[in-house]
């Protein structure tokens, strides 16, 4: 992965990742709602899934502009070196190598979107296109208050 750090503003290129968890998928106004219920269940879960890279992150998956019902929803994941013996009722997703414009927002996830409009800003202003029909990731770090959560936005660019 490089890096380059503009304004606690960062460009990354991440490699390929593969993910295991679940799904959500439910009316655009739940999402605040149902992310966190999913988020909890593959923390208690987690066991469960082999190969874990690191049981204390959590990744977030979406396509802004999806062109397919297969990329509607989001995905709520941990990464996985390999996929091996996936429990049945969870999902796996491979996020091809792309590059970010990344920030990080420590705080109430209700401020979420106000943390990608300075994103969005920002990318504009720095002359870099936003890839709206790729998939986005969240990276979280901590999770389990929603008025507490630490997570690295990752928005897909060129």
């Known amino acids: ?9 960062t ?8 993910l295991v968890g679940f799904r959500v998928l ?4 739940q999402y605040l709602v149902e992310i966190p219920k999913a988020s909890l269940k593959l923390s208690e879960r987690v066991s469960e899934i082999k190969q874990v ?9 979406f396509v802004v502009e999806n062109e397919t019902v297969g990329e509607d929803g989001y995905w709520v994941c941990v990464e996985v ?24 927002h420590k705080g109430s996830n209700s401020k979420i979107m106000e943390a990608y409009d300075d994103l969005h800003k920002w990318i504009e202003d720095n002359n870099y296109v ?4 790729t998939w986005h990731i969240e990276k979280f770090h901590d999770w389990k208050d929603s008025e507490k959560i630490d997570v690295e936005l990752f928005d897909t660019i060129e």
């Open 1 to 9: 992965m490089s890096e380059i750090i503009m304004k606690n503003k």
């Open 26 to 29: 439910c009316a655009g106004d």
């Open 11 to 18: 460009i990354k290129k991440m490699d390929e990742l593969m």
């Open 53 to 61: 890279v690191n049981p204390n992150e959590q990744f977030g998956a």
């Open 130 to 133: 936003r890839l709206k029909n």
């Open 81 to 104: 070196l390999a996929y091996e013996d996936i429990p049945t009722d969870m999902v796996t997703l491979t996020i091809p190598s792309q590059k970010y414009a990344v920030v990080r």
